[in-house]
């Protein structure tokens, strides 16, 4: 456990990555813009997203340094252009504390979303608008008051917004914003989202992939080791499996997040009602 002292540095250098593609793209035509966004502008928005969730655990500078972690998670956001950093930390920690929570967990999908995404075409639609249910889920299950962080992380965000629109253009600014629509949506990489806790297996409520895209989502793959050991970063949950062999290999596990996303569209037993609820009791406290 401990933070990543690399961590601070990629997620620098994926900014900058970004900022390069940013002016590099304000020149193209439309359909290169275009082509791009999805070719490489969603990937690294979404490996990005995948770096906030790290540091939204601490683990750029530590638990004794919280706030010089939530203020480089607003940095990290700036590329994204959608302020979320903020919010994603508190309902994310609420998802480790009270995994499948009635009314907690915005993980789980609404009653809505369960019963009207149930046909394959309507799943399929369903992936597409992920990061639209992502975004308003957390206002119809558990909405929380605005925080001063989250006042600071949407100020900021569009400031930078509106500037990159003023020094370069439209086109940098639709790289960005669709780059992380499409990049949430139907995308290669969004099968983690599907493939994390849809029991795809009666009993099996978490499911890891040790495939090569972790290494663009920073290991967001170990998903039960992550569960297990939150406070351990990502660059050190493959060591977890390593020593503890004995309650990893034997668990399902998935070895394609695109079979995930078919597999999941195809299967007329699955849909957004394939996860486990579980009404809390006690104190359930919240972030």
């Avoid at 080791?225 to 004995?246: M, N």
Wanted: charged share 20%; hydrophobic share 45%.
């Amino acid at each position: 456990m401990g933070p990543d002292q690399r961590l601070k540095w990629i997620v620098c250098m994926m900014v900058v990555i970004q900022f390069l593609a940013f002016y590099m793209v304000k020149d193209l035509d439309w359909k290169w813009v275009l082509f791009w966004t999805y070719a490489f502008g969603s990937c690294i928005n979404h490996s990005m997203t995948l770096a906030i969730h790290e540091i939204s655990h601490n683990t750029a500078f530590g638990n004794s340094k919280a706030m010089w972690n939530r203020y480089f998670a607003m940095f990290a956001n700036l590329p994204v252009g959608l302020p979320y950093s903020a919010s994603f930390k508190r309902y994310h920690l609420d998802h480790h504390r009270y995994l499948g929570g009635d009314g907690i967990d915005v993980d789980i999908p609404t009653e809505f979303e369960g019963w009207f995404f149930c046909t394959r075409f309507r799943k399929f639609v369903w992936i597409i608008l992920q990061p639209l249910f992502y975004a308003v889920r957390p206002l119809c299950i558990n909405p929380k008051p605005f925080s001063q962080l989250e006042l600071t992380n949407v100020v900021v965000q569009v400031i930078f917004d509106i500037l990159l629109w003023w020094m370069w253009g439209a086109k940098p600014v639709v790289y960005m914003l669709a780059g992380s629509m499409l990049g949430m949506g139907l995308h290669p990489i969004s099968g983690h989202f599907i493939a994390e806790h849809y029991m795809f297996l009666k009993g099996h409520e978490t499911y890891s992939y040790y495939g090569c895209l972790n290494l663009l989502t920073f290991n967001v793959g170990y998903h039960n080791e992550h569960h297990d050991f939150p406070s351990i970063p990502g660059r050190r949950l493959p060591l977890v499996k390593k020593i503890a062999p004995e309650y990893y290999d034997d668990l399902p596990q998935y070895t394609s997040w695109v079979r995930v996303l078919y597999d999941f569209i195809m299967d007329d037993t699955l849909s957004p009602y394939s996860r486990i609820k579980r009404k809390l009791k006690g104190d359930v406290k919240q972030e």
